[in-house]
C-alpha cells in the first residue's frame, strides 16, 4: 500500500457505540469504502473450509480479541478488493485496532491512520442498545454475559489504543448518545472539513 493513495480512518467505540450505523452514513455521502473489522471475522467464521471457523467462534462469544494476524489479513484482502475492483482508496476502518500491538502493526503493514474517530457513550446506553438489537440480530455476542465481557475488554484492552491516539493529537471525539442523525450531523462536519 502507498501512503499517498490511501487513506485510512479507523472508527472506535464501545460496542454498541454505534460504528456500524454511521459509516453506513458516511459512506453514503463520501466516497468511502466501509470496513468492519467483527463482520469480516463473522464473514470468515461462516465461511466454509474456514480454518479459523471455531477459534472465530469462541473468542467473539468471549468478546475476546481474535488474534491479529487472522483479522489484519482479512482487512488488507478487503482493501486490495476494493482498491482493484472498485478502484477506491478511502477507507473506514470500522471496530479496529482494539489493542495497541493491533494498531502498531496495522499502520506498519499498511499505512498510518490519518485520524480516529471516537464514540464516547456510557454503558448504561450501550447496554440498552445491545440488548435491543440481541431481540433480533442473531449475533452470539448480544446476550448479557457476552456483553460484560465486551465491556470489560474495551475498557481494559481497547481503550488504551484511543489514549494513545488522544497523545498523537489524532481523535475526533464525539458523544454518541443523541439521535443517529443528530450524531450524523457532527460526523459531517467533520468529513467535511477535513478529507473532502
Ligand atoms: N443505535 C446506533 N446508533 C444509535 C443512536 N445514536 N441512538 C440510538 N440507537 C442507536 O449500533 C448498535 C445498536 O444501537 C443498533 O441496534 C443501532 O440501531 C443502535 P451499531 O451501529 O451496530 O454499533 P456498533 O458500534 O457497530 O456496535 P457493535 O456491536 O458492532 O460493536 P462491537 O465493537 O462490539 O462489535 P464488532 O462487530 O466490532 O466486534 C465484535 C467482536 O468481534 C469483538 O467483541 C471481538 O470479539 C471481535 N473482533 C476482534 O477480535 N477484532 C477486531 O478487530 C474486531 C472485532
Ligand atoms: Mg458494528
Redesign the pocket.
Known sequence: FDQKDVTVVFVL??????????CAKIKEDFDFVHL????L?REEQQREGSQYGELIKS??KD????PMEV?IVLLENAMKEAMKKENKSRFLI?????KLD?AVKFEEAVVPCQFVLY?ECPEEVLLK??L??GESSGRI?DNIESIKK?FR?FADTSFPVIEEYETQGKVKKLS?E???D??YDEVKNIFNNLVK
Open positions: 467505540g464501545g460496542p454498541g457505540a454505534g460504528k456500524g450505523t454511521q468492519s473489522a467483527g463482520d471475522l473468542y467473539i468478546g475476546l480479541i481474535v483479522t470500522d471496530g479496529f485496532p482494539r493491533q464514540f442498545r445491545l435491543k438489537r455476542d465486551r475488554v454518541c443523541n439521535s443517529v443528530g450524531v
